[in-house]
């Protein structure tokens, strides 16, 4: 699935929501459903949800946002469409814009946390960082890293980074980055907030890999230089936020780049 902005209304409304709490303490529900096109799975996901006030979150938008960052600088990572479509939570309609992703499974694989994986099959005192390093994952893992803290994810908890395997094929292999919702500036929800926001503070940050603070993680990584296989430069504000204007509002944008390509320089002058 290549990323893509469907801005023409479309009617999901045959779609059923299950409820997964956000696991970052934050209000709400984050809601969750699939579909079958063709043999192949969809999943669909849904912005912050309150029963009272409706979607209230731009947690979707996020990821299209992070999706673009990503594929500019070379990562491997699931890619998204974001959807603006109708939906129905228990007999109420709601108008809202979406996130919807492929399988990025293989026929004959399974999935397995990260943190489960690591609990089976860890040496004794071996730290999460070392123990992806004995797999091979190092590069991916300080990709992870760098990224993280770029956009200030707050939720890299054990179960959003995921380990495929097939049994029968004798492979395994690390998931494609994936799940960047509740990064940037998903916790304010006004154009007051988000002035006040201040995008290089080292906010408290959910990480199975390092310790809370997104940056003193960088530390883990040894050469910072070869990390990424691509550079961030100033014009690729316009292709990160390409047809988002009236999804998101330009004071939201502006925060969201200064946060991003600020960020992106202090890791570079590391």
């Not at 960052?69 to 809202?96: F, M, P, Q, R, S």
């Not at 179960?159 to 509740?182: K, M, Q, Y």
């Not at 200064?258 to 590391?270: G, V």
Request: glycine share 6%; charged share 30%.
């Amino acid at each position: 699935m290549d990323t893509k902005i469907v801005k023409k209304k479309q009617d999901l409304t045959y779609l059923n929501w299950s409820h997964i709490r956000s696991s970052s303490g934050t209000a709400g529900t984050f809601l969750k459903s699939e579909s079958s096109l063709d043999g192949k799975k969809i999943y669909y996901k849904l912005s912050n949800f309150d029963p009272v006030n409706g979607i209230i979150g731009h947690e979707c938008v996020n990821e299209i946002i992070v999706d673009r960052l990503l594929t500019i600088l070379g990562i491997e990572h699931l890619h998204y469409e974001l959807i603006n479509a109708d939906i129905e939570i228990e007999g109420k309609i709601y108008n809202t814009y979406l996130c919807a992703s492929n399988d990025f499974k293989m026929r004959g694989e399974s999935k397995i946390a990260l943190d489960d994986f690591y609990r089976t099959n860890s040496e004794k005192g071996e730290t999460h960082y070392d123990f992806c390093v004995r797999q091979g994952w190092k590069r991916y893992i300080d990709r992870m890293i760098a990224v993280d803290y770029i956009i200030l994810n707050r939720d890299r908890h054990g179960a959003n980074i995921e380990v495929l395997r097939n049994s029968r094929a004798h492979t395994l292999r690390i998931a494609p980055l994936f799940d960047h919702g509740l990064s940037l500036v998903y916790s304010c929800m006004s154009d007051d907030a988000v002035e006040k926001f201040d995008e290089m503070e080292d906010k408290p940050c959910q990480n199975f890999i390092g310790s809370y603070s997104c940056y003193d993680n960088l530390k883990l990584i040894d050469d910072k230089k070869k990390v990424f296989k691509n550079k961030l430069t100033e014009r690729d504000k316009e292709i990160i936020f390409e047809d988002l204007q009236g999804i998101l509002s330009e004071v939201y944008i502006d925060k969201i780049w200064d946060m991003i390509y600020k960020r992106y320089k202090i890791y570079e002058n590391l």
